[in-house]
């Protein structure tokens, strides 16, 4: 979706960190929510790994005529105000945490939701700060 030229990876960030919210908040629902829980997973993983993840392209001197019509900012744009957002609520909830261990509390904490019969165990501290995370997201977006 925030692929599409047309799409806005705001909005689809928007949907998925509101879900790990809601999946937090109440786990039973989480079973009924995997793909999206997944998701939010491959967009932190994207955030964590890729060093490109919203990095604007160089415009081309002559960029097409519809580019300069367009009423919403390219979609280079969209992820990267994702990626700020991101960037901005980790700051907040994980300040003295380096990005890779934040990252990897936040998706422990959606793999322990997510996947209950595999043992994975996050602490009450962890979920608090995973949710407070996606709430410090969803208002940046």
Do not use: W
């Amino acid at each position: 979706m925030a692929a599409h030229e047309r799409g806005d990876a705001r909005g689809a960030a928007r949907l998925l960190a509101l879900m790990a919210l809601d999946c937090i908040d109440n786990p039973e629902m989480a079973a009924e929510q995997e793909v999206a829980l997944n998701n939010v997973y491959r967009l932190l993983e994207s955030y964590r790994s890729n060093v490109f993840f919203g990095l604007d392209t160089p415009r081309q001197p002559f960029g097409r005529i519809s580019d300069k019509l367009a009423l919403t900012p390219p979609k280079e744009r969209h992820v990267r105000d994702v990626r700020e957002a991101i960037e901005r609520a980790r700051l907040a909830v994980f300040a003295k945490q380096s990005k890779e261990r934040a990252i990897e509390s936040v998706e422990r904490v959606l793999r322990s939701i997510a996947y209950p019969e595999r043992k994975v165990r996050s602490s009450p501290a962890d979920k608090k700060k995973a949710a407070l995370f996606f709430k410090t997201l969803l208002e940046q977006l």
